[in-house]
């Protein structure tokens, strides 16, 4: 379909906000993939830290029998690769130092990308300290930008923009006690022009208010609504608040 960055830049152009839904295929819950497709959910993620038993190609067929939401892989490594998606979002973990994740995973997982028929986007993965160690952090073996350094949010941004890529993603980590914080969000989006992305510890309505204001065109939900799957609509109306008001 390879249309989806376009969807994402056309709505950002009009200054609308995007919702996603981080599905974890080893927890997968029908009931969210229903009550996503009623409100209006933009983006389903699709991926994982550690993938054990589930085949994500099965989950995205599953997925694929119900709704029509486009369905974007959110690699947890190089192995979480299926046909069945629309999208591929290839992270660099630009705010680390670890060479695997910065190109090494790429270069194993080239060949079949570029076979494939997803759209892929290459994704700036930026890691900000969530006040506590997140599975994203031990996994990666990568520190976090300390919360309190906008600046080397903004530099590292900036850096991934002018390497070509076409998305940053800011990353508290699932479960993340604290969200990225607004002026990190703020800062960055003074900073460079592409969509922002903004992920880990989003559990209510007021901090789901609270990135999309700091300037986040979309935000990822996972863990609260693995927790109660509910809650997608209120997360949901607070979203199409936002953009009616435009
Ligand atoms: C994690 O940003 C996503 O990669 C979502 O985080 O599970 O905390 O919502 P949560």
Redesign the pocket.
């Known amino acids: 379909m390879h249309n989806l960055y376009s969807y994402i830049l056309s709505k950002k152009a009009k200054g609308l906000k995007q919702l996603a839904v981080?599905i974890d295929p080893d927890k997968i819950n029908y009931r969210l993939i229903d009550l996503s497709k009623k409100n209006g959910v933009d983006h389903l993620?699709i991926g994982g830290?550690i993938v054990t038993e589930s085949n994500i190609t099965i989950c995205i067929q599953e997925i694929k029998k119900r709704c029509s939401i486009p369905v974007t892989i959110?690699p947890g490594s190089y192995l979480q690769l299926s046909n069945e998606a629309d999208a591929f979002l290839l992270l660099s973990l630009i705010s680390g130092r670890n060479p695997e994740l910065l190109i090494g995973n790429h270069v194993m997982a080239a060949q079949s990308l570029k076979k494939s028929k997803l759209e892929i986007i290459p994704t700036g993965y930026i890691l900000i300290d969530a006040g506590e160690s997140t599975a994203?952090q031990y996994i990666s073996n990568t520190m976090p930008i300390p919360a309190n350094k906008p600046e080397i949010a903004v530099a590292t941004a900036i850096a991934g923009e002018l390497l070509g890529l076409k998305l940053i993603?800011l990353?508290?980590?699932?479960?993340?006690l604290h969200?990225v914080n607004e002026c990190i969000i703020k800062s960055v989006r003074k900073a460079i022009d592409l969509p922002i992305?903004?992920?880990?510890?989003?559990?209510n309505s007021t901090k789901v208010k609270n990135a999309l204001n700091a300037g986040a065109d979309m935000i990822?939900?996972?863990?609260?609504?693995?927790q109660n799957e509910n809650h997608i609509i209120e997360f949901a109306e607070v979203v199409h608040k936002m953009n009616k008001k435009l």
């Open positions: 981080l993620l830290s959110f994203v993603y990353e508290a980590g699932s479960g993340a969200p992305i903004v992920g880990g510890g989003i559990n990822v939900i996972g863990n609260a609504l693995e």
